[in-house]
DNA sequence: TTGGCAAAGTGGCCTGACCAGTTGAGCCAT
DNA sequence: ATGGCTCAACTGGTCAGGCCACTTTGCCAA
C-alpha cells in the first residue's frame, strides 16, 4: 500500500521514465516482451492502472509497442546519440533541425511588421517567466515562446515546420530526455536565454535575435549531451 | 467469429480523437477547462480509467494541460483545418523555408559515410538527366533529386521536412508559378545546378554543396519572381 | 477590508473484477 | 508423421467504486 504523497510528478511519468531507463540500461532488449501488466504492477509497487498509464505514455514516445492479448514488447529505438536507422528519429536529430530553421525565424520575427504576432511573443515569454517563478515545469509555455516567434515570421510554412518539430521531440526518446536535462540551474540559465530572444525580437534586432536563439539551442544540446553523458 | 481486431481501434484513442474533434471544432475554446472526469467521462459512456487515459495521450500531444487538484484545460491549438487568408502560404513562403533547410541537407549529405544513400543521390540525379535529355518535364525527377539530398542527410526529421515542403509546394498557387518559371532555357540551367550539387556531395565537399544549392534555389526563386513580374 | 481557514471540487491513485483477443499445447482425423 | 482443429491459459482492455492529496473558493472572524 504506497501512500506516497505526491513528492515528485506524476506516478506514470515516473514509471514510464523506470522503463525506459531498463530499455535504455539493455535490460529490456528491443522486440523482447515485458512481463506482464499483472506481473510488471507489483513488481515496480504501483497499480495495473498506473502502469498502464505509463505504457500507454511509452507508446505514444514510441519506446513500445502494445499488442493487444499477447504483449508489450520493446520497439527498436536508438538511446544513445546513434543515428545510422534512417527511419528513428534520434533525440538529436530534431534538435539539430531547429538549430537549422528557428534561429532565422527569430530573425524574421524581428523584422517582422506585424504588432499583434510580436506581442504574442512577449505574451508566451511572459506566461513562461511566470511559470518559472512559480516553480512549475513550464516545459509547455517554452514550446508557446518558439512557437509564437515562428508565427511571428510571417511565414506559415516555417510556423508549421516548427509546430511538427516540437510535436516530434514531444514523441520518440527526447522527452525523457529533456526530464533529465532541465537542472533548476539550467532551468534559470533557459529563461535568461530566452529573454535574450525576446529582447532582440522586441527591440527589432534581426541579427541579435538570430544570435540568441542560436546560443540559446546550442545551450540546450550542450545540456541534453551532458545529461547523456551522465 | 469477430475476427475484426476490436471496434475500431483501443478505446483510448477513439475517446482522444473525440475530444480532439470537439476542440477542433471550437466546442472546447483554447484556455477554456473540460468537464471534470467524472463528469466527462459518463457523457462519453466510457469509464474515468478509459478517460484517464485518453486525457493522458492528448496531454503528450500536447493538446491538453492537466493540472492536478484543478481541472483539465484546452491548450492553444495549432492546426485546425483552417487559418485565415493572411495564412495561406505564399508561393515563395515555401521557397524561403527551403532557402534554410537544404542548403544544410546537402552539407550534412556529403559529410554522410552511408554509401547507399549517396549513391541514391547519384541515381536520382541520373534519372532526372534522362528525363531531361527526353524533353520531358521531369518534375517528379526534380523532386525525387532534393529528396535522396535530404535522406542521405542521415537525419529523418529534416528528410520528412523537405518531404512536406515539396508537398506544400504542389499546392495551388505554387504550382502554376512553377509551370511559369520553367523555360527550356531555365530547364537548361536548373540541370547545370542540379549537375553541381551532385558532384560536390559524390566528392564529400560539404561547403561546396551548401553553397551549390544555396545559387540553386536562389536561381529559382529568381526565375519565379521574373515569371510573377513580367 | 483583510486575513486565514475549511469545505467543496478535482485530479491522482488503488483494489478487484470481468470481458475479449492471442497463443500454443494437445487432440483428432488424415 | 502431419496437417488442421479445439480449447484452455495467458494477456491486454475495460469497468466500477473507493480513498487520498491538492487547488480553489468563499465564508467568517479579526
Known amino acids: 500500500m504506497p501512500f506516497q504523497p505526491l513528492e515528485p510528478r506524476r506516478l506514470f511519468r515516473r514509471i514510464a521514465e523506470q522503463i525506459a531507463a531498463m530499455i535504455a540500461a539493455g535490460e529490456l532488449p528491443p522486440g523482447s516482451r515485458l512481463p506482464s501488466e499483472r506481473d510488471l504492477a507489483p513488481r515496480l509497487n504501483v497499480s495495473r492502472p498506473s502502469l498502464r498509464e505509463a505504457l500507454i505514455a511509452l507508446e505514444i514516445e514510441g519506446l513500445v509497442e502494445v499488442r ?36 532565422d525565424c527569430a530573425a524574421l520575427a524581428a523584422r517582422s511588421t506585424d504588432a499583434q504576432a510580436r ?70 540559465q533557459n529563461l535568461g536565454e530566452h529573454a535574450q530572444i525576446a529582447e532582440a525580437i522586441a527591440a527589432g534586432a534581426a541579427a541579435a535575435a538570430r544570435a540568441a536563439m542560436r546560443r540559446h539551442l546550442l545551450a540546450v544540446r550542450r545540456a541534453r549531451m551532458a545529461a547523456l553523458g551522465g
Open 119 to 188: 506581442l504574442a511573443v512577449a505574451e508566451a515569454f511572459g506566461r513562461m517567466r511566470a511559470e518559472a517563478v512559480a516553480g512549475r515545469v513550464g516545459d509547455l509555455a517554452d514550446r508557446d515562446f518558439h512557437l509564437a516567434i515562428a508565427e511571428a515570421s510571417g511565414n506559415p510554412v516555417l510556423s508549421r515546420i516548427v509546430g511538427d518539430l516540437w510535436r516530434d521531440q514531444a514523441a520518440p526518446v527526447a522527452s525523457r530526455l529533456t526530464r533529465l536535462a532541465v537542472s533548476p540551474l539550467r532551468r534559470r
Open 68 to 103: 493487444g492479448g499477447s504483449g508489450v514488447y520493446v520497439r527498436a529505438a536508438a538511446t544513445p546519440p546513434m543515428r545510422d536507422a534512417t527511419d528513428a528519429p534520434g533525440p538529436f536529430d530534431v534538435l539539430e533541425a531547429r538549430l537549422l530553421v528557428e534561429p
